[in-house]
């Protein structure tokens, strides 16, 4: 049963991953932050993270969404919602696309 | 323009300034009151004084280095991919990911300090070079572990006696980390002496694989891979045409038998290495504390009774405590410490991929095909384990996608782990049957028959009662001689051959020629699991050599060996296996290459 499981090929993970890396890396530099100032907002022990994040390798971890979209002045739940299309494609689709009744109760 | 260079004259020589004249020009510079030849450069032009230089991107060494901690992790069996990139600040950053994608370390430079993160660190580590690195690792360890007090810590690489190369060190640390290790290490080098690939000769294979240099293509990689940000993979599949073109089939063959073979020492050799930088709890070593004991104990108990069953090789195999087994009881701790997935991901400091646990991490081991042979091969108990289901063991198949292999690979880890307790009973019960299925779906019959097929010059067909045959040799000659008298004095190749077509055919009343198998001294059967696969492989290569015999059917395969067909019971060995696939493959050989292969003792 496990196999019938849709998922997405790591090919089309990575794809998606390297477009929200390019969103992201737009998103800091609308607010005009490095990499750094961006990591030192974030506390993260090595900036490096963010430019791995924005070549498109890894993801943002969940309990730190809340604070990622803080830190780039977006509004959090559009922020989640865009992590979400990206990292989980189809959940986002159940949820936004298809019943789009739902998404907005 | 504002700007005034002021040029110090040599103090023995007048100064000259004729060459600063052009004509009624003259050309002066402001020595700003001080007399020639007399002024102190300031002590911020001494070099020693000078801000270092900002290094920008991984240097050639650094990338070469990094490079070969890959190469170590594939051959011991780690899947991975490498990736780099640089930030906006020019600072140069790596990660290992798995072959899903998923990062499971980065390494990264900034200021001159290495900085290594993993989801299965509790907070990233730094140092100047790699040997700091595992400085930190042992010593957070050592904290975290409340017996560090007591423990004791064995320092390989201080002693000034044992040289290890910068990548073998780090390829250990993420070797350590990968299988979430310090206190899970447990492989003490003085339990390998005497027995099997000790941990000196692990290590220095590790330091041979480390210092060997880059072959072209290697370096090729390497090339490219400092250049631009490609990912090694990406290098490595623009290599394989090229590979391919210089490659024979026979060393394709011989070479990826001496690639499995040598993993687990590899594998081995970074376990040897990490308990050199972590830290060894005496309690591993002290018979008083029966949980950690227990741990080591296991799979040994489950190998020597797989062995007594199947073998009957009771005796031998008790004491049989290589490495490879101390290593089956390290990654059963590993499944015994699977991190508790209530626990609260926040208490992760690591900024990487929040979503790669150790299951999935040691599912991905042990999903992937060739990897999962290492670990296979590594993991004894658990393989044994696999045996117990029969007829459908978990497929592989490359068409299958990396998540239904983890999705599978994660049942056969449920598996593994319900059965665990009751291995000692099944193996038993296995071992009546005549055959064992194999786990190992990646190795299937069509890959058998695409290697046979490249020698079909060199098979003749036969018809035995209507059952095709084809051999490379002549079976007709030898039935004819055999059947005419079968009380002569036979070649002593004949009982086993006519024990091999019987087995090939299923019809032994048109296919008797009077022997038995008293030419081989033994018919064991045992799971296909990587030693088997490898010597399967090397039976294969020495046949395009001529050295080895085919006969093959149109789903069995019979590899002779004929040195050992003529050679004494007590050297020989008959063993067979059943593929992913169904089909079988059958070997006669010499006792010593099995025992080389670690498929006897």
């Known amino acids: 049963m496990l196999a019938e499981v849709q998922k997405a090929t790591p090919e089309e993970a990575k794809e998606q991953r390297t477009a929200l890396g390019i969103w992201l890396k737009e998103l800091r530099?609308?607010?005009?932050?490095?990499?750094?100032?961006?990591?030192?907002?974030l506390s993260l022990d090595y900036y490096t993270f963010i430019s791995q994040l924005e070549n498109g390798r890894g993801r943002i971890p969940v309990h730190r969404y809340a604070e990622w979209a803080n830190a780039l002045g977006k509004d959090q739940r559009s922020f989640v919602r865009k992590l979400l299309s990206y990292y989980e494609p189809t959940t986002y689709k159940i949820l936004f696309e298809e019943d789009g009744t739902q998404a907005s109760a | 323009m504002s700007n005034i260079f002021n040029f110090r004259p040599k103090k023995t020589e007048p100064l000259n300034s004729d060459f600063l004249k052009d004509a009624d020009d003259t050309v002066e510079f402001d020595l700003i009151g001080c007399e020639a030849g007399t002024e102190e450069l300031p002590q911020h032009f001494l070099r020693d004084d000078l801000p270092c230089p900002v290094l920008q991107d991984w240097s050639n060494q650094e990338l070469a280095n990094i490079y070969r901690v890959k190469k170590l992790l594939d051959a011991a069996g780690v899947p991975n991919t490498l990736e780099r990139g640089i930030t906006d600040e020019g600072d140069p950053w790596c990660i290992f990911c798995t072959h899903g994608g998923e990062v499971f370390i980065h390494l990264c430079r900034v200021n001159n300090l290495y900085t290594l993160d993993s989801p299965n660190l509790r907070n990233p580590i730094t140092g100047v070079d790699f040997a700091d690195l595992i400085a930190e690792f042992s010593a957070g360890a050592l904290a975290k572990n409340p017996a560090a007090s007591r423990s004791r810590v064995i320092q390989l690489q201080r002693n000034g006696k044992v040289f290890l190369h910068p990548s073998a060190l780090l390829a250990a640390l993420i070797w350590s980390i990968y299988i979430n290790s310090e206190d899970l290490v447990m492989l003490a080098p003085e339990d390998e002496a005497g027995a099997g690939l000790g941990a000196d000769d692990s290590i220095n294979l590790l330091n041979e694989v480390a210092l060997a240099p880059l072959d072209a293509g290697e370096a090729t990689a390497v090339a490219h891979f400092m250049d631009t940000p490609l990912t090694a993979d990406q290098i490595i599949s623009a290599r394989q045409p090229e590979a391919e073109r210089d490659g024979t089939m026979f060393r394709d063959f011989v070479g990826k038998s001496a690639m499995v073979a040598s993993a687990a020492p590899i594998a081995v050799g970074l376990s040897s290495i990490?308990?050199?930088?972590?830290?060894?709890?005496?309690?591993?070593?002290?018979?008083?504390?029966?949980?950690?004991m227990a741990a080591l104990d296991l799979p040994v108990v489950e190998d020597s009774a797989d062995n007594t069953a199947v073998a009957d090789q009771s005796s031998a195999d008790a004491s049989r405590n290589t490495a490879q087994f101390d290593l089956a009881a390290v990654l059963q701790a590993v499944f015994e410490h699977v991190p508790n997935p209530d626990v609260d991901p926040?208490?992760?400091?690591?900024?990487?991929?929040?979503?790669?646990?150790?299951?999935?991490?040691?599912?991905s081991i042990l999903a992937l095909p060739s990897p999962a042979d290492v670990a296979l091969s590594i993991a004894g108990g658990f393989q044994d384990s696999w045996a117990d289901e029969a007829p459908a063991p978990v497929t592989f198949a490359d068409d299958l996608s990396p998540e239904q292999k983890t999705a599978?690979?994660?049942?056969?880890?449920?598996?593994?782990?319900?059965?665990?307790?009751?291995?000692?009973?099944?193996?038993?019960?296995n071992a009546d049957s005549i055959i064992i299925n194999s786990p190992d779906a990646a190795f299937d019959f069509a890959s058998v028959?695409?290697?046979?097929a490249s020698m079909a010059d060199a098979f003749k067909t036969f018809d035995f009662g209507g059952v095709q045959i084809q051999a490379t040799f002549d079976i007709a000659s030898i039935t004819a001689t055999s059947s005419a008298d079968p009380t002569d004095d036979a070649p002593s190749i004949e009982p086993a051959i006519s024990d091999l077509l019987n087995t090939l055919t299923d019809t032994v009343d048109t296919i008797d020629l009077g022997g038995d198998i008293n030419g081989v001294s033994e018919e064991v059967y045992k799971p296909l699991d990587i030693n088997a696969h490898a010597f399967i492989q090397y039976m294969l290569g020495m046949s395009s050599v001529g050295e080895v015999e085919i006969v093959q059917t149109q789903n069995e395969l019979l590899l002779m060996d004929f040195d050992a067909l003529r050679a004494s019971a007590a050297e020989t060995v008959h063993m067979g296996w059943v593929l992913a696939d169904g089909n079988t493959v059958y070997t006669i050989g010499m006792r010593d290459d099995y025992m080389e292969y670690d498929l006897i003792a």
Do not use: V
């Open chain 1, 29 to 41: 530099e609308s607010q005009h932050l490095s990499q750094r100032e961006l990591a030192d907002r």
């Open chain 2, 274 to 292: 990490a308990i050199a930088f972590g830290i060894m709890s005496e309690g591993f070593f002290d018979p008083a504390d029966d949980t950690e």
């Open chain 2, 346 to 363: 926040s208490a992760l400091s690591t900024e990487i991929a929040a979503d790669i646990d150790l299951s999935t991490l040691l599912s």
């Open chain 2, 408 to 429: 599978s690979a994660e049942g056969e880890l449920d598996k593994a782990q319900t059965t665990r307790s009751t291995t000692t009973d099944t193996q038993i019960e």
């Open chain 2, 449 to 452: 028959l695409d290697f046979t």
